[in-house]
């Protein structure tokens, strides 16, 4: 796995860069001392994996993950424990506390490795679609479900959430996988982590869609390289 670290710390620079000398399955591409500069070389090569702390001078480690559009995968580092919850949210593959052992290196590194691997496979996980409805795997059964009824899918890892109107199905599949089964319209990707059912859409508010849930509204985010077409699809069925 092609491997960059981002950090402001010599010391720590120097750390991450033997211990993954030490690992046959990383090649470390990159020192960065900043986002910026992490940021460059991502535009010019396809890295797999990056450590990345998150205390740093001008753009923080998690604002960094925020600013990209498909982020590779994630190891925060850093000596602040309060992050961790706000890392995971973001999919990172681990969150490292400095100082750094090898073992919980090596720990952190081998919950990355196997991923690569996983949604390579999870692609070829099996869905059952018919004209109206769609079989997908939970809790080692086929749950059917009917298009009319599901409101959205949100990505998690390599899981997926689809959103009904009485609840809920967790299956273990990739938002790509999903996206290619369901039909189009009424189902729209709108973020790298949503699809809508654009069916159960009840307002457009800037760079959010409204559905209904539980209820209540829900504002799903509508990423920068989903709004032209959505903006199309709206303005078509604009009265």
């Known amino acids: 796995m092609k491997t960059i670290i981002v950090d402001d710390e010599p010391l720590a620079l120097e750390i991450l860069e033997e211990f993954i000398n030490k690992v046959p399955e990383l090649k470390l591409v990159k020192k960065c001392q900043n986002a910026i500069e992490a940021g460059e070389i991502l535009r010019k090569q396809e890295i797999d994996l990056i450590f990345l702390d998150i205390q740093m001078p001008q753009l923080t480690g998690i604002e960094f993950v925020k600013s990209l559009t498909k982020p590779p995968k994630i190891i925060f ?13 973001l999919n990172a593959v681990d969150y490292l506390l400095k100082p750094i052992s090898f073992d919980r290196f090596m720990k952190a590194v081998n919950k990355a490795l196997p991923q690569a691997q996983a949604s390579a496979n999870i692609d070829n996980e099996e869905i059952e679609a018919g004209p109206d409805f769609i079989f997908v795997k939970a809790d080692k059964k ?9 409101q959205y899918v949100e990505g998690l890892k390599d899981y997926v959430i689809i959103k009904t109107d009485t609840g809920r199905v967790i299956t273990l599949q990739t ?57 199309r699809v709206v303005e078509k069925n604009r009265l």
């Open 77 to 89: 580092t850093t000596a602040y424990s309060q992050y961790a919850l706000e890392g995971f949210e």
């Open 142 to 150: 086929l749950v059917r479900l009917k298009y009319n009824e599901i």
């Open 175 to 231: 938002m790509k996988s999903l996206e290619e089964k369901l039909p189009t319209p009424p189902f729209m990707r709108i973020h790298r982590s949503y699809i809508v059912n654009l069916d159960k859409i009840n307002a457009v508010v800037g760079n959010m869609v409204e559905v209904m849930e539980k209820g209540q509204p829900k504002s799903l985010p509508v990423g920068k390289n989903y709004r032209d077409e959505l903006e």
